[in-house]
């Protein structure tokens, strides 16, 4: 079982707000992803990180920030929201173990309005 | 081509029967596939993983893999109501420990 935690769970907030999401993991891994997923949608991986200071973009790209300061944190930022920002974050990491195997956290609806 | 490829569906199965989820990838290196299990609304969860050639047990679940023919299977029995969900197919490439879903398949058990 996963140890992997996001907040807010859900978030409505207005257009032109600075919004930061939380993820923590408790497991030690060393890569952690942030995924975008709209209602019924694929995946779409936006940002991950292979380990502290590291950070890279993902295949869709994203107006969204993330660092990597600490191993356990992996925060998401989005400066300035906007509607189309409206979707499903999940949070995921790896490592351990069993290596490549992700898990993933509750997710964190956003609604921009 | 995308790089790991699922029917879409929904795939139709009556409860009580098999249900037989499918998936292709292109990278013939790719080393570890994984099948996830989504309900509408929640995030993904894993099912099982497989790393080697042939099939792989656990409870009503079996994963088949065919490196030779590049594609991975997931075959559910005595298929439940609870099971109907989006499956989604992971794989691990050759070049790096990035892992690309599958665009899902969802599945619907009818009683």
């Known amino acids: 079982e996963a140890d992997i935690y996001q907040t807010p769970r859900y978030l409505v907030i207005g257009t032109g707000k600075k919004i930061t999401l939380e993820c923590s993991q408790t497991m030690g891994h060393d890569k952690m992803y942030w995924y975008q997923q709209d209602p019924g949608m694929e995946l779409h991986l936006i940002h991950y990180?292979?380990?502290?200071?590291?950070?890279e973009k993902g295949d869709l790209s994203s107006e969204s920030t993330v660092s990597r300061i600490r191993t356990e944190h992996f925060p998401l930022t989005l400066e300035s929201a906007r509607p189309s920002h409206t979707s499903q974050y999940l949070c995921a990491s790896s490592g351990g173990f069993l290596g490549n195997t992700i898990y993933f956290g509750e997710g964190s609806w956003l609604t921009v309005v | 081509q995308k790089e790991v490829e699922q029917n879409s569906g929904p795939l139709s199965v009556p409860e009580g029967a098999i249900a037989s989820l499918n998936c292709t990838y292109s990278?013939?290196?790719?080393?570890?596939f994984f099948w996830y299990r989504q309900y509408s609304g929640k995030s993904p969860e894993l099912i099982m993983f497989?790393?080697?050639?042939g099939d792989k047990e656990d409870g009503r679940f079996t994963a088949q893999l065919n490196k030779a023919s590049q594609y991975v299977s997931l075959l559910i029995r005595d298929s439940q109501p609870s099971d109907s969900a989006t499956y989604l197919c992971a794989v691990r490439g050759s070049s790096a420990s990035k892992i690309i879903f599958g665009s899902g398949t969802r599945l619907s058990i009818r009683p």
């Open positions: 990180s292979y380990g502290v200071n590291s950070t």
């Open positions: 990278d013939r290196g790719s080393q570890s």
């Open positions: 497989i790393y080697s050639n």
